[in-house]
């Protein structure tokens, strides 16, 4: 499985004057003890309601102060601000989805079987309803505030290129496939597995079963023509 990602720290913290930064702000609580860690967990699941519900500038320290049952200092002690809340908010719902897409759970069997696994695995996260009602709740924040953006993909997609990189890197040193440079092969096969019926989800319509299907297999047979140390592309 992926490493649990850290906790997203933005490089530009708000200001002071900023309304939704308290006075604790540079002085963040690290969890220890098991109350602690306990009010951490509630804080974190009622900012994830609030934020991916009402959105990044509709929701105040003080609502999901109350949701949580704690007070603002002791959301301020544990994360400083408000934009530290939201990335540890990010952090937590996509490691929630990567529990759907695990690496580890592809089956065993020949390259292009194990790779067929791994693109349909792929086609469920991506079209699973939470993932896709999240993802428009990134786009739309990131427009006001760009972070957003580079939190959602700092917790979720370079962590999952990552793992995907290092095991088409373990396959190649095998010579079940010859991939010079894997972190390109990685993005090529995502790419081509969504295709155009990731547009489609995002706009509401509905991808044929079929269609994805056909997209999975001309994804892998492209996949190892490309990079099969052999003309089988087995």
């Known amino acids: 499985m992926i490493d649990a990602a850290p906790e997203y720290r933005p490089s530009h913290p708000q200001s002071a004057s900023a309304p939704e930064t308290g006075p604790q702000a540079n002085n963040k609580k690290k969890p220890g003890r098991p109350s602690d860690i306990l ?3 509630k804080i974190i699941a009622a900012a994830s309601e609030r934020f991916f519900k009402e959105g990044f500038a509709a929701t105040s320290i003080e609502q999901v102060a109350a949701d949580a049952g704690v007070s603002k200092v002791t959301i301020y002690n544990h994360f400083g601000d408000k934009r530290a809340l939201f990335g540890a908010a990010v952090t937590h719902e996509c490691e929630k989805m990567r529990g759907y897409f695990s690496l580890d759970a592809i089956p065993p069997g020949s390259i292009r079987n194990r790779l067929t696994a791994l693109a349909e695995a792929m086609c469920v996260f991506f079209s699973r309803p939470e993932m896709i009602q999240f993802d428009r709740r990134i786009a739309a924040e990131t427009q006001a505030e760009p972070m957003i953006g580079k939190a959602f993909l700092e917790a979720g997609p370079w962590r999952m290129k990552s793992a995907f990189t290092q095991w088409l890197s373990h396959v190649s040193d095998c010579g079940e496939l010859c991939i010079p440079d894997p972190e390109l092969a990685a993005e ?27 997209r999975i297999a001309g994804a ?8 099969a140390p052999d003309s089988s592309g087995d």
């Open 220 to 227: 892998v047979q492209v996949f190892l023509a490309a990079y």
């Open 39 to 41: 009010k951490r967990k």
């Open 188 to 214: 090529q096969f995502v790419s081509m597995v969504k295709g155009i019926g990731d547009l489609e989800r995002r706009f509401g319509a509905t991808p044929c079963p079929q269609d994805d299907a056909r």
